[in-house]
């Protein structure tokens, strides 16, 4: 009898055990370490990498045991790739193994994230997280159109004159030069100075600005070369200090004369003589002060010795150790045509075709999407080669004997197109909407992006400049960068230098030489301005026929 009592005395025992264990919660063994099992996010179980979440996304972490609820708020942090912290609600499941983390408010969408738990993480018994755990989360793109839509030609008018703002604005205030890029400071740059003007002059016309205020800027800008800019034979540095005229290093060895940038300046000066041509004082002076800064350059210098190349650089502490000959195809055909266009310095024709098309060996003739590339390199290089030269240059009709210009760089964009289009790297965005592949910023560094040096960056001022040569694709990427991408691009003086989706990156700067063409291109585009003003240019014309070259 007492044997039967003490066995139900013990089964009674067990029983009420279970009961308060499946009331109280698992038995909570102090040695048992704290370890995640299992993440998800909104349902998705991908490791500790999540692309294309949501911006409100549930995250649930399950643990090996039962965790202190006190230490979650100190232990679990969230924040954005600029370190600015998120803040965090915590749901509990399953007694307390398993939280449910979500964000207070939506998150920035097109924007990388850093969930991190600490080991300052505790379990009920005391036992704290072995180790830390980091989870990325990269949200998805919002589709939805940032600002209120308006007709194309208002959307292209609005593009020039909030991207013009960035030369004038932004001007030095001592040179009246464009700054290098937004975050430059004093240096100046010769290139994107000479496309400045070139935007200076459709804000004339455009009445962005008053004709009597762009020529004051003009004589500002001129009387700084003149006077106060270091020249070497003629010729001005990449970069030069906006405040003192003194030459900038682009790097060690390239401390004097850049030709290439000097060229690029004078295509906006020459552009600037031809277009302010009324009797008044100060369009007069302008004029007298342009014509004796393009005499005084000695193209034929940079010859070295005569030699039937021209050099890009000469520095009167290298001489000629930088030895870059200027040979295609990129983008210094401007060059060559100015220097044969010098009336005081005047190259031969011989020096073009031995030196600039390397006798005919920059021919291409391949064919990259289906498109024939007359000229350069394979899929045709970043699409700044198309821009740069072809800001004055009118290449509707422009021939010689080794190509037709316009069916270069109509076809040179296509492919870049297409490329992006077709994506073989599988990069974020590329679609026929978000295109464009061109020497920029990027999220590894500034490089010169092409389909053959893809890595996934994106410059607006690449598909939009191209407007010419593509008009309905560029028109779409236009849509896309302003409506969709928003205000993420878009910024006081117009859309930033590149983005790169993948990553989630996206510049800081707008640099001149960026800008300039999409302001110039524009209006190409619209109306031929500029292309009118420069091939108009007597001197340029002489050139031209020098070269044997057709253009009407």
Known sequence: MLK????????????????EKEIDGPYENPNIPLTYSSISVN???????????????????????AIDKASVTSAIKMSDSKSRNVSLNFYFQNNDSVVLISPSSS????????????????????????????????????????????SDDELLTLVQKQTFRYFWEFGHPVSGMARERSSSGDIVTTGGTGFGIMAMIVAAERMFIERESAVERLLTICSFLKNSAVRYHGAFSHWIDGSNGQTVPFSEKDN????????????????????????????????????????????????????????????????????????????????????????????????????WTDNGSFINDGYYYDYKLPLGPS????????????????????????????????????????????????????????????????????????????????????????IPYTPDESIEALRFFYYVLGDRIWKDYGFIDSFNLTEKWFANDHLAIDQGPIIVMIENYRTGLIWKLFMSIPEIQKGLNSLDFTYQ
Not at 6 to 15: G, R, V
Not at 43 to 62: M, W
Not at 399 to 425: E, F, M, T
Request: aromatic letters at 14%; proline letters at 4%; glycine letters at 6%.
């Open 4 to 19: 039967h009592i003490s066995f139900n005395l013990i089964l009674i025992l067990i029983i009420s055990c279970s009961k």
């Open 43 to 65: 349902g998705r179980s991908e490791g500790l990498i999540y692309e294309n979440i949501t911006r409100d996304p549930e995250i649930k972490v399950a643990f090996s045991t």
């Open 107 to 150: 998150l920035d969408w097109l924007t990388k994230y850093r969930l991190i738990i600490s080991s300052e993480l505790m379990s009920s018994s005391g036992s704290s997280l072995l180790a830390p755990l980091t989870i990325s989360l990269s949200t998805e793109l919002d589709s939805t159109y940032k600002f209120p839509v308006i």
């Open 379 to 466: 899929y045709g290089g970043p699409l700044f080669y198309s821009h740069y030269s072809f800001l004055g240059l009118d290449p509707r009709n422009l021939k010689d004997q080794y190509a037709g210009y316009w069916q270069q760089n109509v076809n040179h964009s296509k492919i870049n197109y297409l490329h992006c289009v077709r994506n073989p790297s599988n990069y974020l965005g590329y679609s026929e909407v978000c295109w464009g592949l061109s020497a920029s910023d990027g999220n590894s560094g500034y490089s010169a992006h092409s389909p053959t040096n893809d890595k996934g960056v994106i410059a607006p001022t690449a598909a939009i400049s191209s």
């Open 256 to 355: 004097g004369a850049d030709l290439v940038e000097t060229s690029f300046l004078f295509q906006g000066l020459l552009t600037a003589r031809q277009y302010f041509n009324s009797d008044n004082q100060e369009e007069i002076l302008l004029r007298e002060m342009i014509s004796e800064l393009w005499e005084e350059v000695e193209w034929t210098w940079f010859q070295r010795n005569r030699e039937d190349v021209l050099y890009w650089h000469w520095s009167p502490d290298y001489s000629w150790e930088m030895n870059h000959k200027i040979r295609g195809w990129d983008e210094c055909l401007i060059t060559y045509i100015l220097a044969a266009s010098s009336p005081s310095f005047p190259i031969d024709k011989t020096v073009y075709v031995n030196g």
